[in-house]
């Protein structure tokens, strides 16, 4: 296998298939994911983006079909075989579309816990959590400051608060492909600026980003291509322009006036 | 905590199909009496030519008769609240005091008893419902919390009943029963009073969830995914309902065991892993499956406590079995549907 | 010089440190990871036989302490290997499956130790253990076990705080309030409760191996649910996800009945041999209820993940 083209990873998924009590959810042929920088998955409600997203992270299992991951120095590496916490191993994150925290943990507890790898997690290693903090403190320091968290030992409370920190979780974890599910829900605009900004520079620093998401100028504005879902199947894929104008995705989607 | 229900893609509830699709209905077309009768059949078969077939079949299926009542009554509420109720192991000892309780204080002979006894079982297990599980349940208490509570409760009742009926291992004073000969093995009575119990109180289940309006709403909640939400709008009556035919069986199961042998306090928190494990792996099917497979562990039971002449060995491997089987095929977690 | 010490008081001191040890263990457990681990008494229970076995039954060619220190060991690794098996069996299934998986597992080394009795010595019990030194009176050598006992109860609570303050303790507390979030962030929740299982229920084998040394008697009778739901009782009541809770908990529970009531409380002496007993389980039983419906976090409440953050970085 050459490398990606584009020297960044992309996720390949062929066949995938997933049905909820007899209901297809998801039937997608071939799909891929990642080649361009920031990639937008669009769709009606129910078009079964956030399905395909869990699919690839292999958090609900396919019916049918692989995913595939096409690592940037040409490596493959077949997803869909794989449990799902060995996604973050080989590159691939994801944010969560419903809000998901650990209760008992502070903001700074779940940057640490993104951060801290096996070595770290010994039950017998009695410097560890100093080695993680001062190999840690700068970035820590840098997405507490850019995002502007008042008080990182404080457990987060608002749901937009909760949205951000799985966010800065994600980027932690340095990521080869991005998978974000509407990001910016519930953030207000500053912050919504901030997290697009920092999308922007990922993409362009190498990482796939696919987005999920329902703010329209947020599409507009970050991605370099969209896929069109809906009712489970990949409708097109094309620059944000050609999506926009197309009559299809504006019947199923934008409705009139969107244009 | 309610997969064994809610994930069944044809919502069977107690042998009765809710909502089937085209393939199910044809596979289950054939009665489930029709099974039964014709593994009946071949078993009479089968009997006719080994004693130790004999022996294991009948004593098995007769002397274990209260495990398949007691798996039946912790089903019911495991599969229809969700409520994996630890203390229901006392709902059997009580049972077995409260028949031992009857038959010396009204000088009842024991088939007298046990009815009434399996009545205040159940009045109790009510009880039990109202004062503390309901309180839980009000409160939010899940999962892990109200399992505790449970074993919280079942430690109490397990110690406080001895201070009520005393410390010391209990006999019935009833005359010695009648044996009867099954296949030329013999049965005292009671134990096929057991038995019988057994039968009219599964079919009874069954044709209660099939034919009244409460069987008619426990099916229409029950078929619906979210068995624990769907447990808060269930009217009040259902939910007592439920707890008093649970706490019958056990109480019933209570009564079968004590005159099997005696009653101790520990009557019933000796046969809890068993009854977990008939319920959690039988329960893989439907309510009329822990029948069956409570049917199935007691004649293994038995066969294998004559193979061994130990009945320690024979639960042992019991356990093992049933704990590959959950490895296997147990209750997962639910997982990964939100990230 | 130990005359004021009654004999029967060592062993409540004893029975209540015991019962801490389990209890911390627990609640790395069930408090941090909320793994649950109804089979206690099995894993503690095995470290006692394989110790009293290995060290009555075992002709080995070298005395005290080694003796001791071997078997002991031994009763660890032991009861680490069953924490590792039945970590495996229990990993990924619900709460239900994790309480018939650990209650199956003590109900196993509970049959194995009435019916392996060429090992065991059965139902009757086996004797014949001895303190791993000699020190003359045998109030004397109990008083030195139990401070022994100490040591190693501290060592556990050390321990116990460490985590608290480590990314290990971190990821249990993940795995705990969030499995699927903890997975999807790369952590291996699989591993993490083998890794936790191995360790913790190698800690109560070696408990096991102290209690062992102390009665000098296996008894089928003393490795029931009953430990387990003591500890539990105890934990609960001081605060299940607090590292104190344990021994805060335990000393209201165990130690009320078995130092207070036991060696303090005026009551006639008929009562001593059934009624307190069994009113002692009962309490436990009513305790664990009460306070899950009305205190559920225990005496020492929630868990001040915000306060032990501020103290140990200074991350502002």
């Given at each position: 296998m050459t490398s990606t083209e584009h020297g960044r990873s992309e996720i390949r998924i062929r066949g995938a298939k997933k049905s909820f009590s007899g209901r297809v959810v998801v039937d997608v042929d071939d799909l891929v994911l990642g080649d361009a920088a920031v990639e937008g998955l669009l769709g009606p409600n129910g078009a079964g983006k956030t399905t395909l997203m869990r699919m690839i992270m292999h958090s609900i299992p396919l019916d049918e079909g692989t995913v595939t991951l096409h690592k940037a120095d040409g490596s493959t590496i077949t997803?869909?075989?794989?449990?799902?916490?060995?996604m973050m191993s080989h590159g691939v994150v994801k944010s969560t579309?419903?809000?998901?925290?650990?209760?008992?943990?502070t903001i700074l507890d779940s940057m640490l816990l993104a951060v801290a790898g096996s070595r770290h997690e010994?039950?017998?290693?009695?410097s560890a959590e100093k080695e993680l903090a001062a190999e840690y403190e700068d970035e820590i320091r840098h997405y507490l400051d850019y995002f502007g968290f008042?008080?990182?030992?404080?457990?987060?409370?608002?749901a937009g608060e909760k949205k951000l920190l799985d966010i800065v979780r994600c980027l932690l974890l340095k990521p080869e492909v991005l998978l974000l599910d509407e990001?910016?829900?519930?953030?207000?605009e500053d912050v919504t600026q901030n997290v697009m900004s920092v999308i922007r520079d990922l993409g362009e620093q190498g990482t796939s980003v696919v987005i999920v998401e329902h703010d329209l100028d947020v599409i507009w504005q970050l991605c370099d291509e969209v896929t069109f879902m809906a009712e489970g199947r990949v409708l097109m894929k094309s620059d944000p322009e050609t999506i926009r104008g197309d009559s299809t995705v504006v019947e199923k989607y934008l409705g009139a006036g969107h244009g | 905590m309610v997969q064994g229900l809610s994930n069944e893609p044809s919502g069977r509830v107690g042998g009765v199909d809710v909502e089937t699709s085209d393939l199910a209905v044809s596979l289950r077309s054939l009665p489930n009496w029709a099974i039964a009768l014709g593994a009946v059949v071949a078993l009479v078969v089968f009997a006719q030519f080994s004693e130790f077939v004999a022996e294991s079949l009948v004593i098995g299926a007769t002397e274990n008769a209260p495990l398949v009542l007691a798996a039946l009554g912790f089903a019911l509420l495991y599969r229809l609240t969700g409520l994996l109720n630890v203390a229901f192991a006392e709902t059997i000892t009580l049972g077995g005091y409260f028949a031992i309780w009857l038959t010396s204080s009204f000088s009842w002979g024991f088939a007298t008893a046990v009815l009434p006894a399996g009545i205040m079982a159940g009045a109790l297990s009510v009880v039990t419902y109202l004062l503390i599980f309901r309180v839980a349940r009000n409160r939010n208490v899940d999962g892990l919390e109200l399992i505790v509570i449970s074993f919280g409760l079942a430690l109490f009742l397990r110690h406080a009943l001895q201070f009520v009926f005393g410390y010391n291992t209990r006999f019935f004073e009833t005359p010695p029963p009648n044996t009867i000969n099954v296949f030329g093995v013999g049965v005292p009575s009671f134990r096929l009073l057991a038995v019988a119990s057994v039968a009219v109180l599964s079919i009874l289940i069954y044709q209660f969830i099939r034919r009244t309006s409460y069987g008619l709403q426990i099916r229409a909640l029950a078929s619906n995914d979210g068995l624990a939400q769907a447990s808060g709008v269930r009217p009040l009556t259902v939910t007592l309902l439920i707890w008093f035919v649970a706490g019958l069986a056990g109480g019933l199961a209570g009564a079968f065991y004590g005159v099997g042998s005696a009653v101790t306090p520990l009557l019933g928190s000796r046969q809890l892993l068993l009854i977990l494990l008939v319920v959690l792996v039988g329960g893989i099917w439907d309510l009329l499956g822990v029948v069956y497979v409570g049917i199935a562990t007691g004649i293994a039971l038995t066969a294998m406590t004559l193979l061994f002449g130990s009945d320690l060995y024979a639960q042992l491997i019991l356990i093992l079995f049933f704990l590959a089987m959950l490895k296997v095929r147990g209750n997962k977690l639910t997982d990964g549907s939100k990230v | 010089m130990l005359d004021w010490l009654d004999a029967f008081l060592i062993s409540g001191f004893f029975g209540v440190l015991q019962i801490i040890g389990l209890g911390l263990l627990v609640h790395l457990q069930m408090?941090?990871?909320r793994v649950a681990n109804f089979g206690v008494a099995g894993f503690w229970g095995l470290g006692l036989y394989v110790f009293g076995v290995l060290y009555i039954k075992v002709d080995w060619p070298f005395g005290d302490p080694f003796q001791f220190l071997i078997c002991a060991f031994l009763a660890t690794v032991a009861s680490g290997l069953a924490g590792l098996l039945v970590a495996w069996l229990i990993a990924d299934l619900d709460v239900d499956g994790a309480l018939v998986g650990t209650l199956g597992f003590a109900t196993v080394v509970l049959i194995l130790a009435t019916t392996q009795t060429e090992l065991t010595?059965?139902?009757?019990g086996l004797g014949g253990m001895r303190f791993?030194?000699?020190?003359?009176p045998a109030k004397t050598n109990e008083f030195v076990w139990v401070l022994i006992t100490t040591v190693l109860v501290g060592a556990i609570l050390l321990y116990v705080r460490w985590v608290h303050r480590s990314p290990y303790g971190r990821l249990l507390i993940a795995v705990g309030t969030n499995e699927p979030l903890a997975r999807s962030l790369g952590k291996s929740t699989t591993r993490a409760k083998l890794t936790l299982f191995a360790t913790t229920s190698a800690l109560m084998g070696l408990l096991g191996a102290m209690q062992g040394v102390m009665f000098r008697f296996l008894n089928?009778?003393?490795?029931?649910i009953n430990i387990t739901l003591a500890a539990l009782a105890g934990l609960i009541l001081g605060?299940?996800?607090?590292?104190?809770g344990a021994v805060v908990g335990v000393l209201f529970t165990v130690g009320l009945f078995d130092i207070v009531i036991q060696f303090?409380?005026?009551?006639?002496?008929?009562?001593?041999?059934q009624a307190i007993p069994v009113a002692r389980e009962a309490v436990f039983g009513a305790a664990l209820v009460l306070v899950l419906l009305f205190?559920?976090?225990?005496?020492?409440?929630?868990?001040?993940r915000p306060q032990l953050m501020r103290r140990i970085h200074d991350f502002n």
């Open positions: 997803l869909s075989e794989l449990p799902a916490h060995q579309q419903v809000i998901s925290d650990f209760d008992q943990l010994s039950p017998l290693r009695w008042t008080d990182p030992n404080a457990i987060a409370g608002s990001p910016t829900a519930g953030l207000p | - | 408090g941090l990871s010595g059965g139902a009757t791993p030194y000699d020190l003359g089928p009778a003393t490795i029931t605060g299940i996800t607090r590292v104190w303090y409380a005026p009551l006639p002496q008929e009562w001593f041999t205190r559920p976090k225990g005496l020492l409440g929630e868990m001040k």
